[in-house]
Structure formats: structure tokens, C-alpha cells
């Protein structure tokens, strides 16, 4: 048994960042090539939700959900995002069963093999952890882990759009769309929860409504 880790929403400035985690014999995530699983993000939304269905057939599939609230707190409190994300896969990775021999994790540090220091220091793993760079588009267990990580988060930000009732594009903070809708609704209660408060797009565009309003 093997498994992969991959997040998305990283980058985003509204909602949850999701961790996508899929363990399956090696034979099985070989397999997973001909159905088309790679990087999620060579793939359509369409592609995306089809293959997301053959990976939960084929592969045992654990989700997890990092909200802005807790980002907000934890980021606060000085704890980099690359810490919350080892710390969140550490407890993701301390569920997995019996027979999993290697997990495949793709790394947001840019040394790979500090991410695996990282998670090890929250769950010391008895499988080999392999952390690396682009493991997404390497390995098609950790492709698989990132469909199903993209498909949850954009269903989570679908989640958003409608309690809004703005369609805001994609909430990443290289959005256009997004940091305009974010310019007139900053201060928007309904919005409160999905912020993700501490990112400088957000202190930026803070400190920039506060000028205008002394101005």
C-alpha cells in the first residue's frame, strides 16, 4: 500500500485550504494512469468531479478541511503556513491503516526534505515519507489526492458564492475578479468567516481602505 498528499487553496484568500490524502496498493495507483488522473491542475472542473469519482472507487480517501477561522488564529500566533499544513497531514497520516509502506507528499518547502522534518515532528511515521516538489505531477497517487483535494475546495467555495450570492470567480488572491469583489466587501458580515484575515493581500487592501477613510 502506498499513499499520496497533496493540498489546494493554498493561495486563496477565502475559504478553506483542503489536504487530499489517497492510499491504495501501488498496482491499483499505477492504474489510476488510465483512467487520466495527473496534476489537478492540467484539468478541466468537469475532468476533474469524473476522475474525482474513480479515485473514491479505486482508493481509500481522507479529507481534510483547514478553515479561514483557523488559519486566522494560527497565523496569528506567528505559525507559518507550511507548519499548520505538516501539522494537519501529521494528523491526517496518524488515520491511515495497517500495510502502508510509503507515503508520496508534495512539498510547499522549497527543500523537500524539511517538509518531511516537519510532519515528523507532530507523528514520527513507521512508513518512509517521501516529500517532494511537483510529487503531484509525478506520482498518480498524489494526483489522485490532488482531484480530490481540488474538487472538495471548489465545492467549498461554491458553498460561499451562494450564501453571498456573488459569483466571485476563483477567491485566489492572483484573481482579478476576486480582489475587486473583496475591494467592495471587505467589511460584508456574511463574508467574515471566509476571509483569511492575516494574508498580506488582506492587510494590504486593510491599510489602503484606512488611508482613504482618514483621507
Known amino acids: 500500500m502506498i499513499g499520496g498528499v497533496d493540498e489546494a487553496g493554498r493561495g ?19 492504474g ?35 478553515i479561514a477561522e483557523e488559519l486566522n488564529e494560527l497565523m496569528a500566533r506567528h505559525v507559518s503556513l ?7 497531514i501529521a494528523g491526517g497520516l496518524m488515520r491511515l491503516g495497517e500495510g502502508v509502506k510509503r507515503v508520496y507528499v508534495d512539498s510547499p518547502d522549497t527543500k523537500s526534505g524539511k517538509f518531511e522534518k516537519r510532519i515528523r515532528k507532530y507523528f514520527d511515521a513507521p512508513f518512509e ?9 509525478n506520482y498518480p497517487i498524489v494526483s489522485a489526492a ?23 470567480n476563483s477567491g485566489y488572491s492572483s484573481d482579478p475578479v476576486t480582489i475587486a469583489y473583496l475591494e467592495k466587501n471587505l ?11 492575516e494574508w498580506k493581500t488582506i492587510t494590504r487592501m486593510r491599510h489602503r481602505k484606512l488611508n482613504d477613510f482618514e483621507a
Open 129 to 137: 515519507l517521501v516529500c517532494e516538489n511537483k510529487a503531484d505531477a
Open 12 to 30: 486563496c484568500v477565502l475559504g478553506p485550504l483542503v489536504i487530499g490524502i489517497a492510499v491504495a496498493k501501488e498496482s491499483v495507483a499505477e
Open 187 to 197: 467589511h460584508n458580515p456574511a463574508l467574515q468567516p471566509y476571509i483569511r484575515k
Open 82 to 88: 507550511n507548519e499548520i499544513e505538516a501539522m494537519r
Open 146 to 168: 490532488s482531484i480530490v483535494a481540488k474538487v472538495e475546495r471548489d465545492a467549498e467555495i461554491g458553498k460561499i458564492k451562494k450564501l453571498v450570492g456573488y459569483d466571485f
Open 32 to 66: 489510476l494512469l488510465r483512467h487520466g488522473v495527473k496534476d489537478s491542475k492540467e484539468l478541466t472542473p468537469k475532468k476533474r468531479e469524473h476522475l474525482a469519482v474513480i479515485v473514491r472507487k479505486e482508493c481509500g480517501v481522507l479529507v481534510l478541511k483547514i
